[in-house]
Structure formats: structure tokens, C-alpha cells
């Protein structure tokens, strides 16, 4: 799912833990901007690679994440498709240009893009022949991938359990409750007793984050790569390929949403698929019109432009499907990462600098906007309600403009000073591990 490659030698360890521990030593409890924003800040951009665009496309799709719940936070009519009901008109209930709210898709593309990434490496060791080193690959990959995952995780449930018991959290008027009980140890005692279960692929979530239910199936779809890796390690390339497209029509038909996910990464990143401009072209743009359809309980089954696509052409073992594992999106993901893999000046989009910004923050920002959102932005909003008011679209977008202005910036500054202190520390703490 986010799976930003940090160089860890040892002297980079050491700089690491040296960095951290004198800000601290020294009472430096802020990070200034300059280490904050190192692609978007400084004068010289990070060294790109080839496959610098999933990094950026991967941080695009987390923002729109973040975009997607605080529309529920305020702006909840526009959830309904375009012509829905009587009040579904707004612009931005249109076919495609709802994707930048439309976060379930976004879950879709990135398991396609964990496939691809987790894959590449071994891809290329098996066609070179070196299988020595592929079995290092996996074993090494295996090991680290729980830690990578769940750390990072166990710190912010962890932060999320004490800031709940400290009455941080808006409960009024709210979509989402995070777990508060009577006294501190009970907390604890809960959060002890998610947290055990919650650290396994087989898991569904902690009700300490919500949006966290992703982690057990990526930790899944991770060890499932490692696994065809490993047993199609010393097949030929066509019997590889023929063994992996059987094993997504497989799952295709009976509905496993997400190993057809991961496998279809791991297809793209094992095909160098040439595509016409043309077919680029269109691809695309029905892409993005799958990506955007609503979810099933946001009326798509009567939202212009999806209503045969949601009944009558979803397959009967998806109709019960939800957010990212839905028939249309699954399927554009797919080939909407295909598309932008076969295309340079697409890939071009996502190699800038906020984009490659927001890719190495992206876990970060991932986890932690559902906290951000629910103690501190809602308290801003509110704060400038009471200021600007709320009583007419003008007023209520005011309030909402100003509040964003603050409070974007605030979530991306704890979001890097997350990757910079526990998700780098996790990434470093799981190579120390594999050394023992």
C-alpha cells in the first residue's frame, strides 16, 4: 500500500537516531520547514527514478483520501451521484469530477500499485536469473513487511486511545466515534486487547482508527505476492503470466476484490505493455468516470450515468460489495495504473514535486488525517463558524476556506513529523530486527 523505500545505511541510521534524540534532548519540539517540506521547499528536487510516479500517484490518491473524509465532515450533500435527487445538481457530484472526493477508489489503486511495487524487485531477479539473491529478497521482504505495516499503526492507536481518554476528540454531531472508557486502565486494557487481534492478515480493523481496516488486507495481499513470487519463481514468463491472469479470473468471479488487486500489479509490473495515444486517451477518461462512481448507499443505482452500471452490468457475488472492492473501480484501477505505466508524459503528472511530496508522507497521512480531522479540524471549522457564521453558502464556504488554510498545513506538518519519527523509525527498527 505505501511502501517508500528509505536508504538505511548504517551511517544513516545513526543520523537518524543521533536527529531525533537531540530534538528532544534539546527541547526542539517543532520541525522547521526546511526539514518539513524537502522536495517542495528546498532548491534542489530529490533524484528521480523510473518509478518515481507510483510514489507521487500513491501520495495523490492518500490526499484524495483525506478529501474524501472531510467531505463527509462537511459537505455531505455532495455524496449522492449527480441526479440522484432533487437536491444532487451541485457541479461537483458530476461524473469525474468527483473523483477528487472519491476515496474508495482510491483504496483500489493502492493495492495496485503495492502489487507492483512489492513485485518489481523479483520480477527482475528472476528474469536476470539470480535466485539466490530472490530468496534473500523474500525472506528479508517477508520478515520486515508485519513491522513496516503495524508499528506504525500500534503508535498511532496508541496516541489515538490517550487523546480519547483526554476528551480530544469532537463527539457531536459527528460520523465517527473513536473508543473512550471510564478510566485510563480500561482504556489501555482495551486497546491492548484490539491491538493483539488487529496485528494479523486476517483482521478487519481496530475500532481505535477506522480507516485502518486497509492494514490487515495489505499485510494479506503482501504475503500473497511474496507467495507467487516464490512458487513461479522458476516457471517461464508466459507460464507465470498464464498462472497469474487464472488466479484474477478466479478471484474475479467469486469476488476476492483485493488479491485481484495485488495480482493485477504484479501482472503490470511483469508486462511492458505498449498502448496507442488513442487508446491512452479514452482509457483514461473512462477510467476516471469508473473511478468516480458512487458507493451503493450514496444512490449510484439512481445517479446519472451508473445506474445500469450498479445493477444490471455489477456481477451478481459484487452487488454486495462496498467502497474500494466495488466491480467498476476495481477494474479501472487496474487499468488506469496500466495506462499511466506505459505512458511517460502521464507518469510526468505525478513526478513533480508536491506530488513526490506527498508520496513520501503519504503513510503518514494516511493514518493520521482521521485523528486530525476529528480533534482539530473540526474545532477550527467550528472557531471560524462562530466568527464568519454559517448561514449562507458564502459564509459557510468562507469559514470552511480559512479554517482549511490553516489546517491543511497543520496536517501535513504532523503527518511529516510522523514519517520522520515513527515511519522511518519503523522501517529502520524492522531492518535491526532482521540483523539480530
Not at 527541547?27 to 528546498?42: D, V
Not at 483525506?66 to 461537483?92: C, E, K, Q, T
Not at 539470480?130 to 503508535?155: D, M, W, Y
Not at 476476492?256 to 501482472?267: A, D, E, N, P, Q
Request: hydrophobic residues 45%; charged residues 15%; aromatic residues 16%.
Amino acid at each position: 500500500m505505501f511502501d517508500v523505500e528509505y536508504k538505511l545505511e548504517t551511517e544513516y541510521e545513526d543520523d537518524y537516531v543521533r536527529n531525533i534524540l537531540s530534538k528532544f534532548i534539546n527541547e526542539e519540539w517543532y520541525f522547521s520547514p526546511s526539514e518539513l517540506l524537502p522536495a517542495w521547499w528546498h532548491s534542489a528536487p530529490h533524484k528521480l527514478h523510473s518509478t518515481s510516479w507510483l510514489d507521487g500517484l500513491r501520495g495523490t490518491a492518500a490526499l484524495v483520501v483525506f478529501f474524501h473524509h472531510s467531505s463527509l465532515v462537511w459537505f455531505p450533500g455532495l455524496r449522492p451521484g449527480w441526479g440522484s435527487d432533487s437536491d444532487a445538481y451541485h457541479i461537483m457530484q458530476l461524473p469525474i469530477l468527483r473523483i477528487v472526493y472519491s476515496g474508495g477508489a482510491m483504496v483500489s489503486i493502492f493495492f495496485v500499485i503495492s502489487g507492483y511495487v512489492l513485485s518489481m524487485k523479483p520480477l527482475r531477479l528472476i528474469k536476470e536469473g539470480r535466485h539466490e539473491e530472490l530468496l534473500q529478497n523474500l525472506a528479508s521482504s517477508t520478515f520486515k513487511r508485519g513491522p513496516r505495516l503495524f508499528i506504525p499503526c500500534i503508535v498511532l492507536t496508541f496516541l489515538t486511545a490517550i487523546l480519547s481518554t483526554m476528551g480530544a476528540f469532537v463527539d457531536e454531531n459527528v460520523a465517527r466515534h473513536y473508543p473512550r472508557a471510564e478510566t485510563f486502565w480500561l482504556q489501555m486494557e482495551s486497546w491492548v486487547s484490539e491491538t493483539l487481534w488487529f496485528v494479523n492478515p486476517f483482521a478487519e480493523g481496530t475500532g481505535f482508527e477506522q480507516n485502518l481496516w486497509t492494514i490487515p488486507t495489505e499485510f494479506q495481499g503482501s504475503l500473497l505476492i511474496f507467495l507467487c513470487v516464490l512458487g513461479l519463481s522458476k516457471c517461464r514468463r508466459i507460464t507465470r503470466l498464464g498462472s497469474l491472469a487464472s488466479l484474477v479470473v478466479y478471484w474475479l468471479w467469486y469476488g476476492y476484490w483485493h488479491t485481484v488487486l495485488f495480482l493485477s500489479g504484479m501482472i503490470i509490473a511483469d508486462l511492458n505493455l505498449k498502448v496507442s495515444t488513442n487508446c491512452k486517451i479514452i482509457s483514461t477518461v473512462m477510467c476516471l468516470f469508473f473511478l468516480s462512481m458512487p458507493e451503493y448507499d450514496e444512490a449510484a443505482a439512481e445517479s446519472f450515468g451508473y445506474s445500469t452500471l450498479a445493477t444490471t452490468l455489477t456481477p451478481p457475488s459484487w452487488q454486495d460489495h462496498w467502497g474500494p472492492g466495488r466491480w467498476w473501480p476495481c477494474l479501472s484501477s487496474v487499468v488506469f495504473v496500466a495506462v499511466i505505466n506505459s505512458d511517460s508524459v502521464m507518469q510526468r503528472l505525478f513526478t513533480h514535486r508536491f506530488p513526490q511530496y506527498l508520496g513520501r508522507i503519504s503513510f503518514s497521512l494516511y493514518l493520521c488525517h482521521g485523528v486530525a480531522i476529528y480533534t482539530l479540524g473540526i474545532r477550527i471549522a467550528n472557531f471560524f463558524f462562530v466568527i464568519f457564521g454559517d448561514g449562507t453558502n458564502l459564509r459557510y464556504g468562507t469559514s470552511l476556506a480559512v479554517s482549511a488554510s490553516i489546517f491543511v498545513p497543520l496536517l501535513f506538518w504532523i503527518s511529516d513529523v510522523f514519517t520522520v519519527v515513527v515511519d522511518r523509525g519503523a522501517v529502520i527498527l524492522s531492518k535491526r530486527m532482521l540483523d539480530i
